[in-house]
């Protein structure tokens, strides 16, 4: 995942949708900063951009994650004790666990069933400025539940499965196959890379991991980025988006998965996923219509509606699982018009929707502009709210047709 840092100047008005007097917000940043001075030249105002978050509600922590796109960026990983920070723009905490190895640049955390925060780590930074020495692309896990947080798994991906050349590895997600029986000791990691279109699958029990390539993880043609009259670019990026759906009786799941430039959706069961050299057999389920491209999906198993960040469109939208994909079933559940790029989204363990966005487009190349406005927004709402009024609300289906609900 690799972005182009713009923040422009910029206030519009707000966009009042059905559902927003549900969403809080709960931060805002125009520039990050951090609760530990940092020596001279080690951080640069601007440069530090939270790409993506977790939430622990153990511990009422967020997680966040500033990958070193730039030079300047202290902490690739952070916190928040929100329970001691209600003010609006928060510093940054470093990271309190206590990884084996420095971490040099990742995205994504995400936090399992078995209360472990995973991140991927690339191993290197996208500039050159900093003192690293460069690491193999790396699974990490630390225990939340353990004084500390210590890192208790980690997992270098080979030279040899990830071919030659720098890697672009996009979200990913963590597949606990069946934490109430056998614990934690049978989980599976899936990521996938925009560049190189292919899914990595790790194994945890085995120690091993194996990939993936199919058709359905390329891009169709190009992504268009643009604010108002003031900024336009295209970018052109493969598989992205992973999220996981509900479990069968034998602990499988279907992943659905996304491309970053296509409007379409796929999922594939994680069966297939779990055994190493099997066929890849991915179902086509539909597409979200014109301009709904997103990098980020995220599946409530309550409501059973998927949720999408979209990058162009100022919203974040939903489609429910039980009806027909296509444009006239994705509806909106929260649009701004200060919202540039849906940067991530999820939901923590107790059922809350967390949407965040931050001006950061995948594109390659271009200048930093700070803003004045807070163009970083992290909010948060319960899915039902998010999802009342709108066409992805929960419906009784009879063969593709609705039905009313009976009292």
């Not at 209600?86 to 666990?97: C, D, H, I, N």
């Not at 997992?155 to 672009?168: A, I, P, R």
């Not at 120690?207 to 390329?218: A, Q």
């Not at 597409?287 to 709904?292: A, I, P, S």
Request: proline share 6%; hydrophobic share 35%; glycine share 6%.
């Amino acid at each position: 995942m690799k972005f182009l840092v713009i923040l422009i100047g910029i206030f519009q008005f707000w966009v009042v949708q059905a559902a927003d007097k549900d969403v809080k917000t709960v931060y805002l940043w125009n520039n990050v900063t951090y609760t530990e001075p940092e020596p001279a030249g080690n951080f640069v105002l601007g440069n530090n951009i939270p790409i993506s978050m977790a939430y622990y509600p153990t511990d009422d922590k967020l997680f966040l994650t500033l990958p070193r796109l730039f030079l300047g960026v202290p902490h690739t990983l952070a916190e928040i004790e929100v329970k001691k920070h209600r003010e609006q723009s928060p510093k940054l905490s470093p990271f309190s666990g206590r990884p084996t190895k420095p971490l040099i640049m990742v995205y994504q955390p995400i936090i399992d069933e078995c209360n472990r925060l995973w991140v991927l780590d690339e191993g290197e930074a996208d500039s050159t400025d900093y003192n690293y020495t460069k690491q193999p692309p790396s699974f990490v896990a630390f225990d939340l539940k353990q004084a500390g947080y210590p890192e208790i798994i980690r997992h270098e991906l080979s030279k040899d499965l990830l071919e030659n050349g720098k890697n672009f590895f996009s979200e990913f997600a963590i597949d606990v196959v069946n934490p109430n029986h056998d614990g934690c000791s049978e989980t599976f990691v899936y990521v996938g890379d925009y560049v190189k279109n292919c899914l990595y699958v790790y194994d945890y029990k085995q120690n091993t991991s194996w990939k993936f390539k199919h058709d359905s993880f390329k891009p169709e043609g190009k992504t268009t980025i643009s604010y108002g009259s003031l900024y336009k670019e295209s970018y052109q990026a493969g598989l992205f988006g992973l999220t996981l759906g509900d479990r069968d009786a034998k602990g499988n799941r279907p992943l659905f998965y996304i491309t970053a430039s296509s409007t379409k959706l796929w999922k594939v069961d994680t069966k297939i996923l779990k055994k190493k050299n099997s066929v890849f057999e991915p179902i086509y389920i539909g597409d979200r219509g014109k301009n709904t491209e997103a990098i980020v999906l995220a599946y409530d198993p309550k409501t059973k509606v998927l949720f999408f960040g979209e990058s162009n469109s100022r919203r974040f939208s939903c489609w429910n699982t039980g009806t027909q994909l296509s444009e006239e079933t994705v509806d909106t559940v929260y649009k701004n018009e200060t919202i540039f790029f849906g940067t991530d989204i999820e939901i923590d363990s107790q059922g809350t929707l967390w949407l965040m966005s931050n001006a950061l487009p995948p594109v390659i190349g271009g200048p930093l502009v700070v803003s004045d406005t807070p163009l970083i927004r992290l909010m948060k709402v319960d899915p039902k709210a998010a999802i009342k009024s709108t066409k992805c609300e929960k419906r009784r289906y009879s063969t593709g047709l609705r039905v009313k609900n009976r009292k």
